[in-house]
């Protein structure tokens, strides 16, 4: 739940920071000046593209949670259970004694949605957030194919 707050929180966050720069952007715009009018532009076009950036990121956080869901319920995710830190971190060498196995399910089914979300999950427990994330995206896409392909 504090992820939700965090996000909700960036969110309006980066709402109030599109706000304030659409309006100096707006001014420089105004401004009739070509290095003013060059800033202005660019003042719009950058919250643009953070506007989409975090439109993506929360796109993607509601899919993951989507997938993880629809797993829980088929009882597909993983039992064991690796012991954590006071501040939540897991301990680091519980979670690489399990990810053979998570890496060798992916190898046996490369298409499979299921194993790579599991695969996601053994990632992110070992502290690397960067393959985590590229496995929730693989995991995410063989779903979506698996749910068309299906219907």
């Given amino acids: 739940m504090s992820a939700r707050i965090g996000v909700a929180v960036m969110a ?3 709402a109030l ?3 304030l720069v659409a309006q100096r952007g707006w001014m ?8 003013g009018v060059a800033m202005g532009v660019a003042l719009f076009v950058l919250p643009v593209v953070a506007a989409w ?6 796109w993607f956080g509601v899919r ?3 997938i993880g869901r629809r797993l829980e319920s088929e009882g597909g995710l993983p039992d064991e259970t690796v ?5 939540g971190r897991p301990l680091r060498d519980e979670a690489d004694a399990l990810f053979p196995r998570y890496r060798a399910e992916v190898e046996a089914a490369p298409d499979d949605w ?10 992110d ?5 960067r393959r985590a994330r590229a496995a929730v995206r693989k995991a995410i896409a063989l779903e979506r194919t698996s749910r068309t392909t299906r219907g």
Avoid at 114 to 123: G, V
């Fill in 12 to 14: 309006v966050m980066l």
């Fill in 17 to 19: 920071y599109i706000v």
């Fill in 28 to 35: 420089l715009l105004m401004s009739g000046e070509p290095i």
């Fill in 53 to 58: 950036a975090l439109g993506r990121e929360l």
């Fill in 64 to 66: 993951a949670q989507q």
């Fill in 83 to 87: 012991s954590v830190r006071p501040s």
């Fill in 114 to 123: 299921r194993a790579w979300y599991r695969l996601a999950l053994a990632y």
């Fill in 125 to 129: 427990a070992a502290g690397d957030r």
